[in-house]
T-cell receptor, first 116, second 114 residues
Framework: AQSVTQLGSHVSVSEGALVLLRCNYS??????LFWYVQYPNQGLQLLLK??????LVKGINGFEAEFKKSETSFHLTKPSAHMSDAAEYFC??????????????FGDGTTLTVKP | KAGVTQTPRYLIKTRGQQVTLSCSPI?????VSWYQQTPGQGLQFLFE???????NKGNFPGRFSGRQFSNSRSEMNVSTLELGDSALYLC?????????????FGPGTRLLVL
């Protein structure tokens, strides 16, 4: 079974400040990890993903995340927040095997507010 | 390439009715997954189809069903609608649904049940 915990349902930062959104996962198989962003009344857009290889993953819009197996974490960071980053962010885990076919398990989401 | 499209975008139904939602995946993608998103339960997996076969299913009642056509387009049906079925229904496509492949999401269909 797989699960994702996102710490903090709401995060507020000032424009130009560091963004840190936390995600911890649980998986019985090697995990594939994803961060998505959702703007109001829209679907989910992929920011970045980890499958194998380098544990520091760079994504779009200046976001990056580091896979830490020992801590079962995949936290999302951005050095300098922009007003346009205000949205809801979801961490997701998927895995190999028939029981995981086509299925991603999502965290509850973190709403990011950026103050001017 | 065109993205994932979902129709209709908005839908209002009354309790007891049924509804059919449609999803057209990205060209070449053979896996289509459906998710329900609500404020209370978040994003929950409904089911996944690959090559016209349901390979995986979430924990939803039998009122929720789906199918996939030979061109990979998919439909989901909800019968005997309940108030709690009000949600954003998201469709996602990927090449093969193996988990490591990125799922690309459509804009969703917002269903309101009155």
């Amino acid at each position: 079974a797989q699960s994702v915990t996102q710490l903090g349902s709401h995060v507020s930062v000032s424009e130009g400040a560091l963004v840190l959104l936390r995600c911890n996962y649980s998986s019985s198989v090697p995990p594939y990890l994803f961060w998505y962003v959702q703007y109001p009344n829209q679907g989910l857009q992929l920011l970045l993903k980890y499958t194998t290889g380098a544990t520091l993953v760079k994504g779009i819009n200046g976001f990056e995340a580091e896979f830490k197996k020992s801590e079962t974490s995949f936290h999302l960071t951005k050095p300098s927040a922009h007003m346009s980053d205000a949205a809801e962010y979801f961490c997701a885990v998927s895995g190999a095997g028939d029981t995981n076919a086509g299925k991603s398990t999502f965290g509850d989401g973190t709403t990011l507010t950026v103050k001017p | 390439k065109a993205g994932v499209t979902q129709t209709p975008r908005y839908l209002i139904k009354t309790r007891g009715q049924q509804v059919t939602l449609s999803c057209s995946p990205i060209s070449g993608h053979r896996s289509v997954s459906w998710y329900q998103q609500t404020p209370g339960q978040g994003l929950q997996f409904l089911f996944e189809y690959f090559s016209e076969t349901q390979r995986n299913k979430g924990n939803f009642p039998g009122r929720f069903s789906g199918r996939q056509f030979s061109n990979s387009r998919s439909e989901m049906n909800v019968s005997t609608l309940e108030l709690g079925d009000s949600a954003l229904y998201l469709c996602a496509s990927s090449l093969d649904g193996t988990g490591r492949e990125t799922q690309y999401f459509g804009p969703g269909t917002r269903l309101l049940v009155l």
